[in-house]
């Protein structure tokens, strides 16, 4: 979907692939910090290089980035001046942007390197606490303890920021309702504008897949997911949290602006070993092997491979359809003809009639959004948005 040349608006995603410890369920692209000390100065340098030049082009085009969204891995495995050299780089680079979020894990950070991350231009923070079950954190591999993260949230305020969010997971092994309640409870009583929460998936190649594998993976039944499902669904907004996407909950004013650019196929650049990229209507992956993208950056050789080869208007558009229903405002059927020069309910109406008729979808004022059973059931009515080859 390409748009107009002018103002734009736009994001950047950078991504540092480095972490204290990889935790079991994790298949992100994200390799051990103690086993790369050496590289990562290097890395920070091609990062540097990377973004002096990319964004000054894209911020000629459509003026300054509106977001920053700092990702991995562990953006804070990386020493604090190493990781605000980066962020003061990129706000001259991309101007000052209205949201400019950070990731980090409880374990790696205190007050001093929390201040320093602001002063550097972040003003949102992304704590993957996950649960305040010390048992669980143990058996998931994070390094972090409860208390650990209680700390590192109040460290955060102290250093000055006003928007947090916190990640929290369910369908942990051994992980019960009750224990789920006093995770949720423990991080209400933090206050966080924004909570994200997330099944427990296993990915292939995971130390949890192993496991499970191996018949030694005590997860909860189906139905006990289903109920810790349903429990998160109403507790957080009877606590004051939208539910503003299907994982994605913050009291008004602080949606994720950076994940609702994604969500509306907002165009984004991708910076980093790893990192993915959407501009011009082309998706791309950066060199996911660190080494070889610090050569590639010093080389000034292009690290980006195009991820979709001959995109058809019509995946495009089925994209658009998956994205914007993940959403509680769902598609806008005037954005739809907008973009696609097409009628919503031309290209859509069989489909959305047969899944209104099964409470999965509602019409809007704007146009059709996911019910509550909609969100639970999701991938099964995204897959009716797939237009026949």
């Known amino acids: 979907m390409r748009r107009a040349e002018g103002r734009q608006t736009w994001g950047i995603y ?19 910090s103690a086993q790369r000390g050496a590289e990562m100065e290097d890395y920070a340098a091609a ?56 990731e980090a894990n409880p374990g790696t950070v205190d007050e001093v390197y929390l201040g320093a991350l602001r002063a550097a231009g972040a003003n949102r923070l992304s704590l993957g606490v996950q649960s305040f079950d010390d048992e669980l954190l143990r058996a998931v591999g994070r390094i ?4 650990e993260a209680e700390r590192a ?27 789920l309640r006093r995770s949720a409870a423990a991080a209400a009583a933090l206050a966080p504008e924004h909570l994200s929460v997330y099944g427990l998936t296993i990915e292939e190649g995971t130390p949890f897949a192993a496991m499970q594998a191996a018949g030694r993976l005590n997860l909860p039944t189906e139905d006990a997911a289903e109920e810790m499902y349903d429990f998160l669904m109403a507790e957080l907004p009877a606590r004051g949290y939208a539910r503003y996407e299907i994982a994605n909950f913050a009291r008004r004013g602080f949606e994720s602006r950076h994940n609702r650019g994604y969500w509306h196929m907002t165009p984004y650049l991708g910076l980093g070993a790893a990192a993915h ?31 979709d080869g001959a995109r058809t ?12 229903l993940r959403t509680a405002e769902g598609i806008d059927a005037a954005d739809f003809h907008r973009c696609w020069g097409r009628d919503l309910e031309d290209v859509y109406g069989a489909v959305i009639a047969h899944y209104v008729g099964l409470g999965l979808l509602r019409r809007t004022a704007a146009g059709i959004a996911l019910t509550p059973a909609g969100m639970k059931l999701g991938n099964e009515v995204f897959a009716a948005f797939l237009l026949e080859e």
């Not at 972090?144 to 208390?147: D, K, Q």
């Not at 949230?153 to 019960?176: C, K």
């Not at 993208?293 to 491979?305: D, K, L, S, W």
């Open 144 to 147: 972090h303890t409860a208390e």
């Open 153 to 179: 949230f109040h460290a955060a305020r102290a250093a000055g920021f006003g928007n947090i969010s916190i990640d929290l997971m369910y369908g942990l092994p051994g992980q019960t309702l009750d224990r």
């Open 47 to 102: 990062l540097t290089a990377e973004i002096l030049r990319e964004v000054p082009p894209l911020r000629a085009r459509w003026g300054d980035a509106a977001t920053i969204y700092v990702g991995g891995g562990t953006p804070t495995a990386l020493p604090a001046p190493l990781l605000t050299g980066v962020l003061h780089t990129l706000t001259a680079a991309a101007g000052e942007p209205l949201e400019c979020s950070v």
């Open 14 to 32: 950078v991504h540092i692939p480095y972490c204290v410890k990889k935790c079991a369920y994790c298949d992100f692209v994200s390799v051990p």
């Open 277 to 307: 990229g959407y501009v011009d209507g082309v998706r791309w992956a950066n060199e996911a092997d660190t080494p070889s993208y610090i050569r590639a950056v010093r080389a000034g050789t292009c690290v980006r491979t195009p991820e």
């Open 313 to 324: 208007r019509e995946r495009a558009m089925e994209e658009y359809a998956f994205l914007a």
